[in-house]
């Protein structure tokens, strides 16, 4: 690679990736091209904006662990609360239950011990200790799993590891673990939820996944005035400013390779247009990519098999009229009648539930401006299934669509008087269906959270932020390392400019070596599943024999 002239970079997608390491790889000198498919940056963190003068967020819409968000801009060299005006919302969740009954979560401590202590009468003890042991969660999944890189397997195999990985519950359920902090059903379900944050069911997902709760309670909900778009376009203005150049409508077909060198040499556009690149950085979605733009290989065919998280039925509605503020909230969760086997007809018979769970946002509560004066913008995410290998998912897509719309109107109507008729409240609607996700933001199937988090498909075992037979082809996004999540994001930019810089400083240029050795990168993965459940055996011995842990008192 020349070294009389600055590296250049080709980035595929403006998404939250692509848009940090845009920013942080401009801000080293290096010569940053973004190419985005669509009109706009943020990819999924995008907004709606009707002619009647209602805004949506088109995906993210709550702010957490505000702390990555501002080492982000701090980096950068910008002080976060120059460039965003961020609001905590009054209340985290009003969550709603079947039967009528609610409850507020907030990160005021009188108010949770007030709403705990009435639905489980000594429950609030429960609840101090459930967050203990979220905080441990949270604290070291920040230090073991969210800013490092994994990229071979002995990073991740070590007793040290194994130790950690048991306190920190990875072999137990959300679910499982929240029950032994609370007898109420309802209080189990409250605190459970959150997982489908990270597209999976609180009856499937890691009892690390709490840490969400951990972050909600400490920081609170906040919120981008503007809408969560404006996190996209203050970066894209920063990158901007240290020269990286944005190009919208310019969909990528191919990224070039050369089967010699193993190296790509850029990308080819739709257009036909061949653009030059030392190095490319993939913030498409994971699966598209590989299945799409990349030469197939035997991983190819590997990461096609995994495991997606699920997708949403998303409306977004402008409504003529403002909904009752004691009723909803800035952030409402509505949970099904039948809470596991709703969970179980989206995961495992791969459809909506007849009585689906959904979250209602209304921005509205915190920033005014999303909607006309006297009327109130509503966002509603129903989580569903991913497109199915058949043509049957797709082709009963909009009946699916009428019984998603149906569940919700039912369920805000219930909040309601008889005197008021929702339905008629609705002047303005559109509506993204797991084939808008697929279609308009290159989402394998749909998935609205890339793949799934589940134990096998983290750290090592999910899909390297380095490209496995082209060294100079890397990732960044939902399905990559770290995982999905705007913060958890933006944490694999920071991580990805590691190692872009690391590979740069030892001067061999970006050609792969024997990466994996000659197992190849499936062997030397179902290698280290080996030796980790060996480890995993002995840190339960170590703890057992009461080996002391460093982080046991964090």
Same mark, same amino acid.
């Given at each position: 690679?020349?070294?009389? !002239? ?9 998404? @939250?990736?692509?848009?940090a @390491?845009?920013? !942080? &790889? ?9 190419l ?14 009707? #002619? ?8 993210p819409?709550?702010?957490?662990? /505000?702390?990555?968000f501002?080492?982000t ?5 910008? !002080? ?38 009435? $639905? ?10 459930? &967050? ?40 137990? @359920? ?18 459970t ?25 400490t ?19 920063? *990158? ?12 990528? @077909?191919?990224?070039?390779?050369? /089967? ?7 990308v ?5 247009? #061949?653009?030059?690149?030392? &190095? ?6 994971l ?11 035997r ?17 977004y ?11 909803f ?13 709703s969970?179980?007809?989206?995961? #495992? ?9 959904? +979250?209602?946002?209304? /921005?509205?509560?915190v ?17 569903t ?8 998912? !797709?082709?009963g ?9 149906a569940?919700?109107? *039912? ?13 008629d409240?609705?002047?303005?609607e559109?509506v ?13 199937k749909?998935?609205?959270?890339g ?7 983290v750290?090592?075992?999910?899909p ?34 590691k ?5 740069v400083? *030892?001067? #061999? ?11 190849? +990168?499936e062997?030397?993965?179902t ?17 057992? $024999? ?9």
């Open positions: 690679m020349p070294a009389d !002239r600055n590296l250049r970079v080709v980035v595929v997608g403006a998404g @939250t990736g692509g848009t @390491t845009a920013a !942080r &790889l401009s801000q080293l000198g290096m010569d940053v091209l973004v985005e498919k669509n009109e706009f940056c943020g990819g999924r963190c995008s907004l709606i904006e009707t #002619k009647s003068g209602f805004r949506f967020d088109q995906g819409s709550m702010l957490l662990m /505000p702390h990555v501002a080492e801009y701090a980096d950068l060299g910008v !002080r976060m609360k120059d460039v965003v005006d961020l609001v905590k919302c009054k209340t985290n969740y009003k969550v709603n239950f079947p039967d009528g009954d609610s409850v507020t979560l907030s990160t005021d401590m009188t108010t949770m011990k007030n709403e705990l202590e009435r $639905l489980e009468p000594g429950s609030f003890d429960g609840y101090l200790r459930f &967050l203990r042991e979220a905080k441990h969660h949270h604290d070291t999944s920040f230090s073991m799993v969210l800013t490092k890189n994994y990229a071979h397997w002995w990073d991740l195999v070590t007793i040290q590891n194994a130790i950690e990985a048991i306190k920190l519950h990875v072999l137990t @359920t959300l679910w499982g673990r929240v029950c032994k902090f609370f007898k109420s059903d309802k209080l189990r379900r409250a605190f939820f959150q997982s489908m944050y990270m597209g999976m069911s609180p009856f499937d997902a890691p009892g690390t996944y709490s840490l969400l709760d951990y972050s909600e309670a920081d609170g909900i906040l919120y981008p005035m503007g809408g969560f778009n404006k996190i996209m376009t203050t970066l894209e203005t920063i *990158a901007k400013s240290r020269g990286a150049e944005f190009r919208y409508s310019c969909p990528v @077909t191919r990224i070039d390779v050369d /089967p010699v060198t193993k190296l790509a040499s850029g080819t556009l739709e257009s036909g247009e #061949k653009i030059t690149a030392d &190095l490319v950085i993939c913030n498409m979605d699966v598209t990519a590989y299945s799409r733009l990349l030469p197939q290989t991983l190819t065919h590997s990461i096609l098999r995994k495991n997606q998280s699920c997708s949403t039925i998303s409306f509605w402008g409504l003529n009229r403002k909904l009752p503020e004691d009723s909230h800035a952030h409402n969760i509505f949970l099904a009648q039948d809470y596991k086997p969970f179980d007809t989206i995961f #495992k018979e791969g459809t909506l539930p007849d009585n689906p769970s959904f +979250y209602v946002h209304v /921005p509205t509560r920033d005014p401006a999303a909607a006309p004066d006297g009327c109130d913008a509503v966002m509603i995410l129903v989580p299934a991913c497109l199915g290998d058949d043509a049957t998912s !797709r082709a897509m909009k009946a699916l669509v009428a019984r998603a719309r569940a919700v109107v *039912a369920g805000i109507q219930s909040r309601l008087t008889d005197e008021e008729i929702f339905e409240w609705i002047v303005s559109e993204n269906s797991p084939l808008d996700w697929e279609d308009k933001f290159g989402l394998w749909g998935s609205a959270l793949l799934s988090h589940e134990v096998l498909q750290l090592y075992f999910r390297q932020m380095r490209h496995e037979k082209y060294g100079n082809v890397f990732f960044v996004g939902a399905s990559t390392h770290p995982g999905t999540g705007v913060p958890v994001v933006l944490c694999g930019a920071k991580v990805l400019e190692i872009i810089v690391d590979i400083k *030892a001067g #061999k240029g970006f050609k792969r070596e024997l990466y994996f050795g000659i197992l190849g +990168y062997k030397a993965v290698l280290s599943m080996i030796i980790a459940i060996v480890s995993v055996i002995v840190g339960f011995i170590s703890l057992a $024999l009461g080996e002391p842990v460093a982080s046991q008192n964090a």
